[in-house]
């Protein structure tokens, strides 16, 4: 199991789930939606062995080939990931927060569905 999305009181919070909470050493990440830039279905850095620059520093798991769950560090900054199949993910853009980016494998729902309803919460 992946990641859920929730949007609640103007924040948005991702729930992890199942063994991927022990490997990230979190179970949730919660921002203001305020501080979401953008959010991409399927994106280039959800193939995680191609940008991943550095993971002794962060806190979670990485396993080239296999997944990434944790704050893993890209060229960018710290980003939060919890991906297995680069297929199922979105990306969170954000902008006044210590990670550059939540990159999420959704569990119980579609990368556009999540798109379009993260999107109408921002206006």
Request: avoid cysteine.
């Amino acid at each position: 199991m992946a990641a859920s999305i929730e949007l609640r009181d103007g924040d948005l919070i991702v729930h992890i789930h199942g063994w991927d909470m022990l490997r990230a050493m979190r179970g949730s990440v919660r921002v203001p939606l305020a501080h979401v830039t953008g959010i991409r279905p399927r994106p280039p850095e959800a193939h995680f062995d191609d940008v991943i620059v550095d993971t002794p520093l962060g806190v979670g798991v990485y396993v080239p080939g296999d997944y990434a769950v944790g704050t893993l560090y890209l060229r960018d900054g710290r980003s939060f990931y919890d991906v297995h199949d680069p297929d199922k993910t979105v990306a969170i853009d954000l902008r006044h927060e210590d990670l550059t980016h939540l990159v999420l494998e959704l569990d119980d729902e579609a990368p556009e569905e999540a798109v379009r309803r993260i999107e109408r919460a921002l206006g």
